[in-house]
């Protein structure tokens, strides 16, 4: 059974600092993997998907990584603000999704 | 364009009674999934459809849940005689293709939360 870990489980920062949130799997037949951002009492958004193929995938101030081999992707969010707080899971997918538990972010005024 | 809807957005239980969950695909997508959040938790696959086929339903974790998609577009998760345990969210994902290829996104709904008091 794929196995998601995401860590560290929170994460506070100052304004402008940049954020590294990371997650290993245990199976690397994976379609892709994708990171996602959820808001308190929201569904899920997504911020990128990395194909199986692919080692990175960038938008705007967000930069993640993929090592397949190794089972470990990393997300990269440059300069965090305030309105980055939220939880970020991150997912692989085989058809369906295994999600890790998050990383719940603080960015401090 | 719309997106993923779920109703209702917040349903309280007794223990014992029966409740009806339902997903609205965005127009046209072919698969659709559904997951369980715990409080705290990332999501938990438990069943997936292929149209009107439903193609994996190992993540249901006892017989009293029960999904369809009759006509291949709006689909309802049933539990029946909910328990404490199953309070969490359910959140419901549709894909435009099959889920099989790299490229392949899920989009979300806003999610059902269950409270089984």
């Known amino acids: 059974k794929q196995e998601v870990t995401q860590i560290p489980a929170a994460l506070s920062v100052p304004e402008g600092e940049n954020l590294v949130l990371n997650c290993s799997f245990t199976d690397s037949a994976i379609y892709n993997l994708q990171w996602f951002r959820q808001d308190p009492g929201k569904g899920l958004t997504s911020l990128l998907l990395?194909?199986?193929?692919?080692r990175e995938q960038t938008s705007g101030r967000l930069n993640a990584s993929l090592d397949k081999s190794s089972g470990r992707s990393t997300l990269y969010i440059a300069a965090s603000q305030p309105g980055d707080s939220a939880t970020y899971l991150c997912?692989?997918?085989?058809?369906?999704?295994?999600f890790g538990a998050g990383t719940t972010v603080t960015v401090r005024a | 364009g719309a997106g993923v809807s779920q109703s209702p957005r917040y349903k309280v239980a007794k223990r014992g009674q029966d409740v009806a969950l339902r997903c609205d695909p965005i127009?046209?997508?072919?698969?659709l999934f559904w997951y369980q959040q715990a409080l705290g938790q990332g999501p938990e696959f438990l069943t997936y459809?292929?149209?009107?086929?439903?193609?994996?339903k190992s993540g249901l974790p006892s017989d009293r849940f029960f999904a369809e998609r009759p006509e291949g577009s709006v689909s309802t998760l049933k539990i029946q005689r909910t328990q404490q345990e199953d309070s969490a969210v359910y959140l419901c994902?549709?894909?435009?293709?099959?889920?099989?290829?790299?490229?392949?996104?899920?989009?979300f709904g806003p999610g059902t939360r269950l409270t089984v008091l």
């Open positions: 997912a692989v997918t085989v058809y369906k999704l295994s």
């Open positions: 990395i194909q199986s193929s692919q």
């Open positions: 994902a549709s894909s435009l293709a099959l889920g099989t290829q790299s490229t392949d996104t899920q989009y």
């Open positions: 459809f292929q149209n009107e086929a439903q193609l994996d």
């Open positions: 127009s046209g997508h072919v698969s």
